[in-house]
Nanobody, 118 residues
Framework: QVQLVESGGGLVQPGGSLRLSCAASGGTFSSYAMGWFRQAPGKEREFVAGINRGGATNYAVSVKGRFTISRDNAKSTVYLQMNSLKSSDAAIYYC????????????WGQGTQVTVSS
C-alpha cells in the first residue's frame, strides 16, 4: 500500500508562487506515474498535471506554462511548482499515484490547501 503526503500549500498573493511536494512511502515510487489534481469548493476534482515513469509530463490547459511537475525518484517525491498564481487556482491540491498497467490513479494523498488572495 502506498501512502502519499502532500505539503507546501498555503496563502499566496495573486502572481505569486508556491511549490507543492508529495512524499510517497510503502511502494516502489519509480514504478508509478504521478499526478496532481485539485478541487475547488463546489467544483469537481480536476486534473492539473501528470508525469510518467520516464519523466514525460502533461498539463491541463489552464495551468500550462505556469505550473511545472517534476519528480525525484531518489527521494520518492513529486513536486508541483506553481508560478503566476491566479485566484482561480485556489483549491485543495491532491497528489495521486498510478500503478503500471492501471487505468486509473490508485492511491491518493489527503490534500493540501492553496489559497490565492490579496
Amino acid at each position: 500500500q502506498v501512502q502519499l503526503v502532500e505539503s507546501g500549500g498555503g496563502l499566496v498573493q495573486p502572481g505569486g508562487s508556491l511549490r507543492l511536494s508529495c512524499a510517497a512511502s510503502g511502494g516502489t515510487f519509480s514504478s508509478y506515474a504521478m499526478g496532481w489534481f485539485r478541487q475547488a469548493p463546489g467544483k469537481e476534482r480536476e486534473f492539473v498535471a501528470g508525469i510518467n515513469r520516464g519523466g514525460a509530463t502533461n498539463y491541463a490547459v489552464s495551468v500550462k506554462g505556469r505550473f511545472t511537475i517534476s519528480r525525484d525518484n531518489a527521494k520518492s517525491t513529486v513536486y508541483l511548482q506553481m508560478n503566476s498564481l491566479k485566484s482561480s487556482d485556489a483549491a485543495i491540491y491532491y497528489c495521486a499515484a498510478q500503478r503500471w498497467g492501471s487505468l486509473n490513479y490508485d492511491y491518493w494523498g489527503q490534500g493540501t490547501q492553496v489559497t490565492v488572495s490579496s
